[in-house]
């Protein structure tokens, strides 16, 4: 008897520790790792494959997401060190700036296409997602994995924690009960992965939206960049195309 109330107390124990181990985060700071294999997401067209010699395989860059409440703005930090990119793989990621409002459900994102900023204001993209079994620790919390499916055919492999309070993540991933803290886009050759999570000096003042002066949708945003690409590929090359909407997607992201 003494044996089964020593027992019983130490589940009850474990099971208190774990109880109050949890807590919830409703702003912070998180730092993404965000890599991109460069020679795959330029496409097979006879300028990309003369240019695939002098890159890299690899870009890797940094940006900070920061959320307070529900709105957020995520943005580039710095680039991984001793990284030698020519400037035309640099000025996408320096200039781009995502700005949510999950109370109205709206987002602002600035958008370094070519040289060209543009000023994009929308509603948040719909995601389907459907949750699964598989779990795992990133930046020190327990995150679930979901699996999304956004612009029709993209598909978004993402990692989730309910311990950070709101349904946002990097660049415009959203639509899940908790903040992903880990994703991966296979059709952007792309992954975005938390490093660092700050919940104890956060700067709020940064989550501010975005000034600029022509907005565009997410539609006219495409249908540009359909328009300003449209003399650079065969409309008769696959690889061209698939090219062209790789880019559409990345920066309506």
Excluded at 124 to 137: A, F, H, P
Excluded at 166 to 190: D, E
Aim: include cysteine; aromatic fraction near 12%; glycine fraction near 6%.
């Amino acid at each position: 008897m003494k044996r089964l109330f020593i027992l019983s107390l130490l589940i009850n124990l474990c099971i208190s520790k774990n109880t109050f181990a949890q807590q919830f985060f409703d702003k912070a700071t998180v730092e993404f790792e965000v890599k991109t294999n460069v020679k795959k997401s330029m496409g097979n067209s006879s300028w990309a494959e003369r240019m695939k010699d002098m890159l890299p395989q690899f870009k890797t860059s940094y940006y900070t997401f920061t959320f307070t409440g529900n709105k957020s703005i995520y943005q580039f930090s710095h680039w991984e060190p001793n990284s030698k990119l020519p400037p035309f793989l640099k000025g996408s990621d320096e200039a781009s700036k995502w700005y949510v409002d999950h109370n109205t459900g709206t987002m602002q994102m600035k958008k370094d296409v070519f040289g060209t900023v543009f000023d994009i204001e929308d509603s948040l993209t719909n995601i389907e997602w459907k949750y699964t079994n598989e779990s795992r620790v990133i930046a020190g919390f327990n995150c679930r994995k979901a699996v999304g499916v956004m612009m029709d055919s993209v598909y978004v492999f993402a990692f989730y924690t309910d311990e950070l309070m709101i349904s946002g993540g990097p660049c415009s991933i959203n639509g899940l009960p908790g903040m992903v803290l880990g994703v991966t886009i296979p059709r952007l050759y792309a992954s975005w992965m938390a490093t660092k999570v700050n919940v104890t000096s956060v700067n709020e003042n940064v989550v501010t939206p975005l000034s600029g002066k022509k907005k565009y949708s997410l539609t006219e945003t495409g249908k540009l960049i359909v328009d300003r690409t449209k003399e650079w590929v065969d409309s008769d090359d696959p690889s061209g195309t698939n090219w062209v909407d790789q880019l559409k997607w990345s920066v309506m992201l």
